[in-house]
């Protein structure tokens, strides 16, 4: 089946809707881009065309096309021990420091992942707060969110292949991987191990709009990797969001290439991505 071209008209109605709905902001210029996902959004949802599609949009803003959309233009790009100095930094500093607030005996140390995509980022973290928390008894949380309900599936799920785990240390490896069946092409796949996963919680959150009924009060959030996609008054209004959940004495963390024009209400920055709430 050939690609359909997408019409200007088309792809500005497709780019203004994902921004509505996430915030995400894509040139309608970008039309390879569009072309390629929406093309294979059309062929896994039998849809027929992209005018249908466009029209089914233009019906319900809001509908099951809306959340195909923002599931199909968004990029999960993630990996184990992304950006490591800021899991160093949790072992040196930061679980140190909020432990010494409190976390992890008055409440259980929680740590957010904010963008979570397939849950690599809420795995690196599980795993290095297992180690820091193991001989220190203390009770410890893992919350993944993101906008992405067919991402968050597969976080749940929890399974990665060979490639996906080469940045896990060997001994985190064997203690926290279990291996899967085998794939036909013949590679391995591997599964988080129970004691991290009976820690983690994930559920359905847009970081510009999030659930006023969220229980969550987190004592380190992640939020990297994803303030690119947005213009820069909605990078400074998702930071604002995240850091309203963040206990007093508790961290923010941004990717290293995102650096927000002033730091979120009540955080100090301690670093160019590390912030600190007073
Ligand atoms: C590139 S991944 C980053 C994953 C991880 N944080 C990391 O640094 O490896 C970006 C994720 O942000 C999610 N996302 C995009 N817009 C969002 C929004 N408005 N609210 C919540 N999540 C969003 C996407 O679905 C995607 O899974």
């Not at 679980?95 to 409190?102: D, F, I, K, Q, Y």
């Not at 992405?148 to 799920?157: D, G, Y």
């Amino acid at each position: 089946m050939q690609n359909e071209r997408i019409a200007p008209d088309q792809a500005q109605v497709l780019v203004e809707a994902v921004f509505r709905l996430s915030g995400i902001s894509i040139a309608a210029t970008k039309t390879d881009f569009l072309e390629h996902r929406i093309n294979r959004l059309l062929r896994e949802s039998g849809v027929e065309s992209v005018t249908d599609f466009v029209e089914q949009l233009r019906t319900a803003p809001a509908g099951p096309a809306a959340l195909r959309l923002v599931e199909a233009l968004t990029t999960h790009t993630t990996s184990f021990f992304r950006e490591r100095a800021h899991f160093d930094w949790m072992t040196t500093t930061g679980l140190p420091s909020v432990v010494a607030e409190g976390a992890g005996r008055h409440q259980p140390l929680t740590i957010w992942s904010a963008a979570c995509s397939t849950g690599a980022e809420l795995w690196t973290a599980g795993m290095v707060v297992d180690t820091f928390a193991r001989t220190r008894n203390l009770r410890w949380d893992l919350v993944g969110t993101d906008v992405s309900q067919k991402i968050l599936r597969k976080a749940a799920v929890a399974t990665f292949d060979e490639d996906d785990i080469l940045p896990i240390p060997d001994e985190m490896r064997r203690r926290y991987l279990l291996r899967s069946r085998t794939l036909a092409v013949g590679k391995q796949r591997y599964r988080i191990a129970p004691e991290l996963r009976s820690h983690a919680r994930l559920a359905w959150a847009n970081l510009l709009d999030l659930p006023t009924g969220m229980a969550l009060t987190a004592d380190i959030a992640f939020l990297r990797n994803v303030l690119i996609y947005f213009e820069p008054d909605d990078q400074l209004r998702a930071a604002a969001n995240v850091a309203r959940r963040i206990r007093p004495g508790g961290y923010l963390l941004t990717g290293h290439s995102e650096s927000l024009a002033s730091p979120p209400p009540g955080m100090t920055p301690v670093s160019p991505s590390i912030y600190r709430k007073e």
